[in-house]
């Protein structure tokens, strides 16, 4: 597609339950990105996958939340055991290659709401 | 530790007035610099970079100054627009490094007002 295209766009979700969230990068994008935004706050790094480099995980909050991305394209953000401070905007972003200066795109995100 | 700091939450300017944002930052690899715009609801929006070897970059009415010594850069939107008005994320990265991970500011609530 033109654009990076995340799902579910909302996502209402009970505690302790687990969560999937998916994103499609944009097409030819090797770099993609998970960030997130609690309400009131900046854009919080999650994780990043380069190509078939290791993942930089270092943004992970907790081992309830891990990240896997499949044949270079897709990704899938998973959480387990929702918890309320879990509820946020989780934002996916790609760019074109490794190394630094590139920019990177945004989807609209997946508003998650754990109640 | 926050390593890319905007300490101006919000900032309001009237309609054809200058707006100027600010950002600073804190780690000396970081060579490249982005800024973001976020609408409510919308994922955020690339805007403009500059490279550490420049300190200024300039596209229509925004212009983005780099200060390496201070750490510290600014994005001038002149004349604004009422549709200027969202949120503001500064980001910086070590273009250097092995990784293109961005670290963004906590942004500013830029209002317009008509």
């Known amino acids: 597609g033109a654009g990076v295209s995340q799902s579910p766009s909302n996502k209402v979700t009970e505690k302790g339950k687990d969560v999937e969230l998916r994103c499609d990068p944009i097409s030819g994008h090797t770099a993609l990105y998970w960030y997130r935004q609690s309400l009131g706050q900046g854009l919080e790094f999650l994780i990043y996958f380069q190509g078939n480099s290791a993942p930089d995980k270092s943004g992970l909050p907790s081992d309830r939340f891990s990240a896997e991305r499949t044949g270079g394209s897709v990704s899938t953000l998973t959480i387990q055991r929702t918890q309320q401070e879990d509820s946020a905007v989780y934002l996916c972003?790609?760019?074109?290659?490794?190394?630094?200066?590139?920019?990177?795109?945004f989807g609209e995100g997946s508003w998650l709401t754990v109640v | 530790d926050q390593q890319v700091k905007q300490n101006s939450p919000s900032l309001s300017v009237q309609e054809g007035r200058i707006s100027i944002l600010n950002c600073d930052y804190t780690?000396?690899?970081?060579?490249?610099f982005l800024w973001y715009k976020k609408y409510p609801a919308e994922g955020p929006t690339f805007l403009i970079s500059i490279s550490s070897i420049k300190d200024k970059n300039e596209d229509g009415r925004f212009t983005v100054f780099l200060n390496k010594s201070a750490k510290h850069l600014s994005l001038h939107i002149v004349p604004s627009q009422p549709g200027d008005s969202a949120v503001y994320f500064c980001?910086?990265?070590?273009?250097?490094?092995?990784?293109?991970?961005?670290?963004f500011g906590t942004g500013t609530l830029l209002a317009v007002q008509p």
């Open positions: 972003a790609s760019s074109p290659g490794q190394g630094g200066g590139n920019t990177i795109y």
């Open positions: 980001a910086a990265s070590d273009a250097g490094g092995a990784t293109n991970k961005l670290i």
């Open positions: 780690n000396s690899m970081f060579d490249y």
